[in-house]
């Protein structure tokens, strides 16, 4: 059995992001294969997300100490809880790490025995800088999009128009104060032939409710509601012609993106800010600018619309790239191979040889001369 360890006290949200997508993801190709996976929750009961994924297999602990007593692989998901486990533990680190010193701690203390996996080259960089580790000691398990992104049908674009999405959570990091932005300059604002899209990703918490509620309010982006599964982002997607990922670099750093793979194997065009592992996402239909620059966003959003629709041969060569039938693979590779010894080990190895008694010196004999010895 593959356990993935939800974080504890919260269930497990729908159509709210990546680390959620990647997850859900994960554990139905793995039981589509044949090999047992599920989702742990703590402390929820069964209020605790599962009933919005009707084919992933659930568990509810009522506490974290209660994940020590699983079978199998255990993976925790986001949070390095220092819960021992009968066997050797994994961490996928879909979050950069923290900003806040009160934070460190936490994230360096539950990550000193687990078996690390990151979801990009640059969160890998990121965090073997942070921990102070090999950065050859973290594996990298790319995120996917689902099959129904790549299949769902393109309806021809009646409107007369190019329409753009914004299907990032409702939070300052995704970068949606930089997109109002750019809808007040002059090459977007006075282009009668855009429009513009936001989902209700994210609306569920407190900022989300400020931003959203700012949304409604312009007269030049429409709000339409968050999509639950793959298949019907996938729809919402194919209605568009780009996709905008303006993800703040201040202090957020996208670790790889999710939505930007989903876009282009949809059909989209992206345009995402060349920050963090968003680069690493092309498939052959993103452009890259500045982040943080409401100009740099608007000019690309022209460049894309100059560049015309993705073509049926550049979908289908995006819709290679980034499979969960890759991903899982990988997963499975990383799973299977002996894993570095995790830092702790190494610490606690160096102090026990430090503490070790010293071999005594050899003493030299002195024979006196004319004797035998």
Known sequence: MISFIWSPGNPLPAGTGGSENYTVGQVRELTR???????????????????????????????????????GTVV?????????????????????????????????????????????????????????????????????????????????????????????????????????????????????????????????????????????????????????TPASMAALMTEHDIVVMPSNSQYWHETFGIVSIEAQHSGCRVIASDDGGLPETDCGGVLLIAPDNAETLAWGIRAAIDSGPLSLSARRYAGMRFTVEQSVDTLLTVFAQPQPSPPATIIRQLEELILAPSVEAAHTVRVPTGTTA
């Open 33 to 71: 294969r044949g090999v047992p996976a599920q989702v742990v929750t703590v402390g929820l009961g069964t209020d605790d997300g599962r009933d919005d994924f009707v084919d992933i297999p659930f568990l509810s602990l009522p506490t974290l100490a209660a994940v020590g007593a699983l079978d």
């Open 76 to 228: 925790f998901v986001n949070e390095p809880h220092p819960v021992p486990t009968r066997r050797p533990a994994f961490l996928i680190l879909h979050n950069p790490p923290p900003i806040r010193e009160q934070h460190r701690a936490f994230a360096i203390e539950g990550t000193r025995d687990r078996a690390l996996i990151a979801t990009s080259r640059y969160a890998a960089s990121l965090w073997s800088s942070y921990l102070d580790v090999d950065v050859s000691t973290i594996n990298v398990v790319y995120p996917f999009a689902e099959p129904c992104f790549a299949a769902q049908a393109r309806p021809d674009n009646r409107t007369g128009t190019t329409r753009v999405l914004f299907a990032g959570r409702l939070s300052p990091e995704k970068g949606i104060y930089t997109l109002l932005e750019t809808l007040h300059i002059d090459v977007i604002e006075q282009d009668v032939a855009l429009t513009f899209t936001a989902t209700t990703a994210g609306a569920d918490k407190p900022q989300g409710k400020i931003i959203e509620r700012l949304l409604r309010e312009h007269p030049a982006i429409t709000v339409v509601t968050t999509r639950r």
